[in-house]
């Protein structure tokens, strides 16, 4: 019932196999990990220039063929997905290659480190950081699941912690062996998992729903805040007993700066019957969303906005409406986010349009040769016309728009919205079109009854 962690390199220096030069079409850089039934290379794709990593299932033999057909199974069940998930918090797994002697998968190489390491009583992260962690896990496995699937294995060594000059900037779900396809007719193996952070009703064998990913990652956060998981035995037997019967000891007693509302919700999460956790996956990110905003743990490292409040913050605006979790994400890490002050011009009259303005926080005035035409709030977008006109004249702007109200605007220019995925610009200009037939409307309105709308 559980799945053995990958040894990193150099554990076994004097038994460590021959690093082989190629993996189909790959050219095979350095080895990342290794386990009982499986290896993972980091390699470069030439063809499209870029680095993954593969996953290659270890030959068998007849010695171990239990294993084999094992392996076999947990192959096919993430080869199945290939290019169906599509989320910046989950690995993306480009290609399987059925090998009759080693099938392997060709997937995103993330640079970083599990979340494993961060697990332990001198390595904890900041606990706002923890919360963050969990919010995008929640947001991210919320995607997984209506995909219909359920990962069934959430642990920290299956959660990449992406790292930019030492930092956790981001972190992915990875590992989708274990998953349990609810629309798939194949047979699927069950009680899979990783014992510490398997919920009562998945060591049942029972049948499962979102709930018991809740569980895990719940499993998951109450290590990463406490050093130590919720439930700990020596024998296996022990270790169940305590799964189906004991409460996990209080976080606050844990550790320094665990909020009641902090532990609340994780213990919550860890509820021994899935009815009492949360309802669905919305709610339970909206819960570790709410903990930042209702100031209920301590802001130490991450004093700026953190991703999860400008997520938030995004879908609460008319202009991203009919913007899916995934372009919201895409958003938030490709826009340009910027605070003015009162006094500020966005744009004078004259000069070129180059960039657009969404107006997250605050309030602008628009002002015709002096006099003020319009004021706009919250949810606007600004300097649209310009950035689409068809050409450099139309491309002025004729108008000042003048911040009156302390404001943070998100903003793309040509080179940054080019970066987002198709589907993200279609969002876009459908957004636009909206606004620009407002406006047409509101001008009409303003033609047909000048008193009315004076």
């Known amino acids: 019932m559980t799945t053995r962690p990958m040894k990193l390199p150099g554990d076994d220096a004097n038994d460590a196999p021959t690093l082989p030069r190629q993996i189909g079409k790959y050219r095979v850089l350095k080895r990342l990990g290794e386990g009982a039934t499986a290896e993972v290379f980091l390699c470069h794709d030439d063809f499209k220039g870029r680095d993954v990593a593969i996953k290659r299932v270890r030959p068998h033999t007849g010695n171990d063929a239990m294993d084999g057909r094992y392996s076999e199974r947990f192959f096919a069940a993430e ?7 599509n989320h910046p918090n989950v690995v993306q ?3 399987a290659v059925p090998d009759p002697v080693a099938p392997y998968l060709v997937m995103e190489y993330v640079a970083g480190s599990t979340l494993r390491p961060f697990c332990r009583a001198d390595q904890l992260l900041a606990l706002e950081l ?16 209506r995909q219909g699937l359920i990962h069934r294995d959430v642990k920290p060594a299956n959660l990449l912690a992406v790292l930019n000059n030492g930092a956790i900037t981001d972190v992915k779900i990875s590992d989708f062996g274990s998953v349990l396809n609810l629309a798939s007719d194949v047979t699927q193996v069950y009680r899979v998992g990783s014992l510490a952070y398997m919920s009562p009703e998945q060591l049942d064998g029972g049948t499962l729903d979102c709930r018991a990913d809740m569980y895990s990652l719940g499993a998951v956060l109450y290590h990463l805040i406490a050093g130590r998981p919720p439930f700990d035995a020596q024998v296996q037997s022990a270790m169940m007993h305590q799964i189906y019967h ?52 301590p802001r130490g490292q991450l004093q700026g906005v953190l991703d999860s409040e400008r997520f938030n913050l995004l879908r609460s605006l008319d202009f991203f409406s009919s913007f899916g979790d995934v372009e919201l994400w895409e958003v938030v890490h490709r826009a340009k986010w910027q605070r003015f002050h009162f006094g500020h011009a966005l744009y004078r009259k004259g000069e070129e349009g180059n960039s657009f303005h969404i107006l997250a926080q605050g309030e602008v005035e628009v002002f015709r040769d002096g006099k003020r035409v319009a004021q ?14 068809p050409n450099p004249e139309m491309k002025r702007h ?17 080179e940054t919205l080019v970066q987002v995925s198709p589907n993200c610009r279609h969002l876009f200009d459908a957004a636009f079109i909206r606004v620009l037939v407002r406006r047409l409307h509101t001008a009409h309105e303003a033609l047909a009854h000048p008193r009315r709308i004076l």
């Not at 080869?79 to 998930?85: E, Y």
């Not at 909206?286 to 209702?294: H, R």
């Open 130 to 145: 923890i919360v963050e962690i969990g919010f995008k896990c929640a947001m991210a496995l919320g995607y997984v699941y």
């Open 246 to 297: 004991v409460t996990p000891g209080p976080l606050a007693r844990l550790r320094e700066g665990v909020s009641a509302g902090l532990d609340a919700m994780v213990q919550r999460a860890l509820a021994k019957d899935p009815t009492q956790r949360y309802a669905h996956w919305e709610e339970f990110a909206q819960a570790l969303s709410s903990l930042i905003t209702n100031q209920q743990v």
């Open 93 to 95: 797994i480009f290609d």
């Open 398 to 414: 004729s108008t000042d728009v003048i911040v009156t109200e302390p404001a943070t605007t998100i903003s793309f220019t040509p």
């Open 376 to 389: 706009l709030g919250a949810g606007t977008s600004i300097g649209e016309m310009a950035y689409l006109a």
């Open 79 to 85: 080869a199945a997905l290939v290019g169906r998930l």
